[in-house]
């Protein structure tokens, strides 16, 4: 028998302990030995739940008892989480957690810690809910030279984006059947914001190019500057809005954003909608892959945090995963890189055409009954060009970057 201990027994980490209930004997056949659940840390009490008598408050009751082997960090934020994870490894204990901002802050170093220890620090769960994405990235693209992944990473936000797409449902509405769903953070400023989909892209980023990307250097924009007069837009042009985070090198160069963007039909990631999440590689020899499924929600994040501590199960003294360099990847200003731009210009399109052409050139205009104002699709331009032209005319409402 292996002994595992849950740390944090909220949406994920009551899915971690349901994942062990339900599929309890297959996973002894895959490890070889049943997985027992000795401990949840929380600071709640659980009267009734199946768990009330393995609930602890006190993390070293955890930390001291050598008969576990693994611990599963389910908490979520940095703290207290980075300080039980560290100890929890420098105690020769390996580690799963779900925790993107704690992956995105201190990977390097738990990483690190792992691999001196002979053990694991294993995060799959942290990027794309239920998607094998890590793993793939670390086993199974290593012949590759990665030069970009795109990905809708938030289930959240997608999912808010797709039922104002289809249903054309209000912002705060979906945000809260997101949030009774289980899929919002407890801020769910970090999924709007787009913070959450910075710190997954980061994550991959430094998993894809062997250096550490940090999230803070990521140029991130959020959703909540897009409206239903935008959907109408994205409907007439027979494209959808999505939230991307991308990483890619060109040039020589890289380049990391969050932001939303005005996708067509036939990109790979249009068809992922609700709470699903997409992630499309590239590699030079591979060329493209696409990995698709549930980016949030209790029971498909903790399918793969279990099949994280399946793997430790079975490497208990063995580093399976080697850090990415600690030195960081230098991004480059996004005001380098190009594209086209859709852009919200209030007022009559005839009778601002002058203005429009003199500064974004020759543009693709759009018109909507009834709306006070038009749209373009202006040339492909640099971020830098954009900023330039939109600084010359009047009455810009909303500007959507557009991927090809
Ligand atoms: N709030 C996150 C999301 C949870 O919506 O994607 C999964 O990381």
Redesign the pocket.
């Known amino acids: 028998m292996i002994n595992i201990a849950v740390m944090g027994y909220g949406t994920i980490g009551s899915g971690v302990v349901k994942v062990i209930d339900i599929n309890g004997e297959s996973i002894a056949k895959k490890v070889g030995e049943e997985l027992n659940v000795k401990y949840v840390l929380d600071l709640r009490s659980f009267p009734g739940d199946p768990i009330e008598e393995k609930v602890v408050h006190d993390v070293d009751i955890i930390l001291n008892d050598p008969d576990v082997k693994i611990v599963v960090e389910t908490m979520g934020g940095v703290k207290p989480a980075y300080d039980f994870v560290k100890r929890a490894l420098l105690a020769g204990k390996s580690v799963a957690t779900?925790n993107?901002e704690l992956v995105a802050k201190h990977g390097t170093e738990l990483l690190e810690i792992a691999q001196e220890k002979n053990i694991n620090f294993l995060f799959e769960?942290?990027?794309?809910?239920g998607i094998p994405i890590i793993r793939p990235l670390n086993q199974c693209l290593t012949s590759d030279e990665i030069y970009e992944i795109t990905g809708i990473?938030?289930?959240?936000?997608?999912?808010i984006l797709t039922k104002m797409a289809k249903e054309g449902a209000e912002f705060d509405d979906v945000l809260k059947q997101?949030q009774a769903n289980g899929?919002?953070?407890r801020n769910?400023a970090?999924?709007i914001e787009g913070f959450?989909?910075c710190r997954?892209i980061a994550i991959l980023s430094s998993l894809a190019y062997g250096s550490m990307v940090d999230f803070e250097d990521i140029h991130t924009e959020g959703i909540t500057n897009i409206s239903a007069v935008d959907f109408k837009y994205a409907a007439k042009l027979g494209r959808s809005i999505k939230l991307f985070g991308t990483s890619k090198k060109k040039d020589g160069k890289y380049f990391a954003l969050v932001a939303p963007v005005m996708i067509n039909e036939n990109h790979a990631l249009f068809a992922v909608n609700d709470?699903f999440?997409g992630i499309l590689v590239k590699g030079n020899v591979v060329d493209q892959v696409m990995f698709y499924g549930r980016?949030?929600?209790s029971l498909p994040?903790a399918s793969a945090v279990v099949a994280d501590v399946i793997e430790a199960a079975k490497n208990l003294n063995n580093n399976m995963m080697k850090p990415w360099k600690a030195e960081k990847l230098a991004l480059s200003d996004i005001s380098e890189d190009t594209k086209k731009f859709f852009v919200r210009i209030s007022g009559v399109a005839e009778d601002k055409k002058a203005e429009v052409e003199a500064a974004f050139g020759d543009a693709e205009y759009i018109t909507i009954d009834g709306l006070e104002e038009f749209a373009i699709i202006t040339p492909v331009m640099s971020e830098a060009e954009y900023k330039a032209a939109a600084a010359k005319v009047d009455g810009i409402i909303n500007m959507i970057r557009i991927e090809e």
């Open positions: 779900s993107k769960a942290s990027v794309g809910g990473l938030n289930g959240t936000t997608n999912y997101a899929y919002a953070e769910p970090a999924d959450d989909a997954k709470v999440n980016g949030a929600g994040t």
